[in-house]
């Protein structure tokens, strides 16, 4: 397939080992991966903030850049859900082409098996837009088959160890811009859910959205720095133990 990998604004700017992890995870499985020139941000800051209409430009930047591809993939949740539904509301084809990472690995590309490995305890935080948004798993409040397609691939990992947790679904309080809006209670979520994770022994914790791991790793570097955190595409394209500095919460 030929692939064209949309990276966020924030995973460009602020953490780009992700990129290049989910870059050289996709190529590993034979895929043609390209990557547009022009940077593009899905926009959904503004619309989480009221100003849709000011993101607007950020969609058709986007449908321009990549109507080409036969795929779209992703290593962020929240901000595929907001390409999807913002592409739905327009009537465009191309909101059934844009993909999460692990939602392409597991539904498209259909993986069974992976070149890669990572010795440790490792917690799964799942966020809501990947959960309940993308359907990347079974949120507990719904009477269905526990299922989690993040958790599928993590098991392919040789010597990974998934830790259980207390409350596996529970929001970590991020939210973008709640966060800044209502601060206190963002940490005061964030906190226990990092606290589920120290107390089952995890030596890391991972995500498909980094920016739910920008919060928790914020919040462990202050109350737990011997917990780090990976982004699920370190993970599963075996770039995570190579990393000379750790990616987010050391320093």
Known sequence: ?????????????????????????????????????????????????????????????????YAR?????????????????????QHSPMAHRVYELCEFLHDIAKVDSLPARFPHR???????????GLGLGSPSECRV???????????MVAGLELVPLDRCDECCGFGGTFSVFESDVSVSMGRDRIQDHISHGAEFITSADMSCLMHLGGLLSRQAPQVKVRHIAE?????????????LNDG
Request: proline share 7%; aromatic share 6%.
């Open 235 to 247: 993970i599963l394209a075996g770039t995570a133990e190579s990393e000379a500095e750790p990616s």
């Open 1 to 65: 397939m030929t692939l064209g990998l949309f990276i966020p604004c924030y995973i460009d700017q602020l953490y780009p080992q992700v990129g290049q992890a989910t870059y050289t995870l996709l190529t590993r499985l034979g895929h043609q991966v390209e990557v547009p020139e022009k940077p593009a941000c899905c926009g959904q800051p503004m619309s989480n903030s009221g100003f849709a209409k000011a993101g607007a430009g950020c969609l058709t930047d986007f449908a321009r850049e």
């Open 145 to 155: 088959p526990a299922f989690s397609k993040p958790a599928r691939l993590l098991q």
């Open 122 to 132: 490792v917690g799964l935080h799942q966020s809501c837009h990947g959960l309940r």
């Open 69 to 89: 591809f036969d795929h779209i993939v992703s290593p962020s949740g929240s901000c595929v859900l907001h390409l999807k539904e913002s592409l739905e509301a």
